[in-house]
Every structure is written in C-alpha cells, then in structure tokens.
C-alpha cells in the first residue's frame, strides 16, 4: 500500500490574525489556488492561516553511506 505523498510535508505560516473572521477571509482568498492546501489553526493567542503545496515532485533515490555500501558488497559474496 503506498502512503500519502504530502503526508509529513511541512506546512508554511500565512499570517496571524486576532479573530477567526478574518483568518477565514485569508483562507477563503488563498484556497481559490487549486495546488494549495490551506488551514486555520486555533493557538492560544490568536488564528494561524498555514498552506502547504499538493505538488508532490519525484523522489530521489536515496545513496548510500561507503560504509552500508561495503556491508552490501560483502554481503553478496
């Protein structure tokens, strides 16, 4: 089963605002953009407007340490 590619992708902070009405006017304004997730977040003084990208780019292949490298090689003998 494959997992979620944006699943810990780090979210960005937008703004701060004193009042849920306007953190909602922020988030209804930046979710028009279709390759954007945006969310309010309650915290204990005040609203955050966080947005992360749903693009999600290939992954790289990891390389290997020289050290895990010799194990392999090693290994396969």
């Known amino acids: 089963m494959e997992a979620n590619g ?3 992708r780090p979210w960005k902070i937008a703004g ?3 009042t849920f009405e306007a953190a909602d006017k922020k ?3 930046l979710s028009s953009n279709k ?8 915290q204990l003084k005040g609203f955050v407007v966080k947005t ?7 992954q790289k292949e990891e390389r290997l340490s020289r050290k895990k ?8 003998r």
């Open 6 to 8: 944006l699943f810990g």
């Open 16 to 18: 701060r605002f004193d």
């Open 27 to 29: 988030r209804n304004q």
């Open 35 to 42: 390759n954007l997730q945006v969310k309010v977040k309650k």
């Open 52 to 58: 992360r990208s749903t693009l999600v780019e290939p």
């Open 69 to 76: 490298q010799r194990k392999e090689k090693t290994s396969d």
